[in-house]
């Protein structure tokens, strides 16, 4: 294995490893009655937005909405 493919592998894990708490902790919330999933889509929608169209190395925020 080569050290970009180590790099890639890395990479592609500690995205799952991130999906997977994000998930849980999703499911969390919405067992606790803290969210519900329309919420969380639309905080997710909110956050994509915010990151592409945030230029790079400066700070995401969300708007005020």
Request: proline share 3%; net charge negative; hydrophobic share 40%.
């Amino acid at each position: 294995m080569t050290a970009m493919s180590a790099l890639r592998s890395e990479a592609n894990y500690q995205f799952f490893q991130n999906d997977i708490w994000l998930s849980a902790f999703e499911e969390f919330l919405i067992s606790r009655g803290l969210a519900n999933s329309e919420n969380l889509e639309t905080l997710r929608e909110a956050w994509t937005e915010a990151y592409l169209t945030t230029p790079h190395g400066s700070p995401v925020h969300l708007s005020g909405k």
